[in-house]
């Protein structure tokens, strides 16, 4: 199949057990999987860790609130400029996308900057009489 005959083809969803329908021209490149429903089985298992790393993620970013006084320290851009910076890094030395990895870090620390605005309106001064 090449490109114009794709193109014409009808939109559907792959054959989660079909053959390979493409390969690569690197002679170096290992498969891993026999079909696309292996690949997907070796995704959603590594899914369900990442879902829970954030999960544990979250909690820490929930304690640094009790460490913050305003919406300014808890926005924290220079704390925020040295994470994405680092998970640059590592995205170098792990052999990850570092664009996959970039956007994916801006969206995660929006996100938990969000909550975390949240939790720490919902706080009060530590000092403060009960
Ligand atoms: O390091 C902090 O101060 C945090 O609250 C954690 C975190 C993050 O998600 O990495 C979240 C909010 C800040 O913008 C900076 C970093």
Redesign the pocket.
């Known amino acids: 199949m090449n490109d114009t005959t794709s193109a014409l083809s009808p939109r559907e969803e792959p054959e989660a057990h079909g053959a390979p329908l493409r390969r690569f021209t690197d002679p170096s490149y290992v498969p891993l999987c026999a079909s696309l429903a292996e690949v997907r089985e070796h995704i959603d298992a590594i899914d369900q860790q990442i879902v829970a790393l954030l999960a544990e993620?979250g909690r820490?970013?929930k304690d640094?609130?009790r460490f913050?006084r305003d919406a300014f320290q808890?926005?924290?851009?220079q704390?925020?400029l040295e994470?994405i910076e680092k998970v640059k890094a590592l995205a170098k030395k792990e052999g990850a996308y570092p664009e996959v990895v970039e956007a994916c870090y801006l969206a995660?620390?929006e996100g938990?900057?969000a909550r975390?605005q949240q939790d720490h309106q919902g706080m009060i001064d530590a000092e403060a009489q009960p």
């Open positions: 993620r820490y970013v640094a609130a913050k808890v926005s924290a851009p704390r925020q994470v995660l620390i938990f900057i975390e």
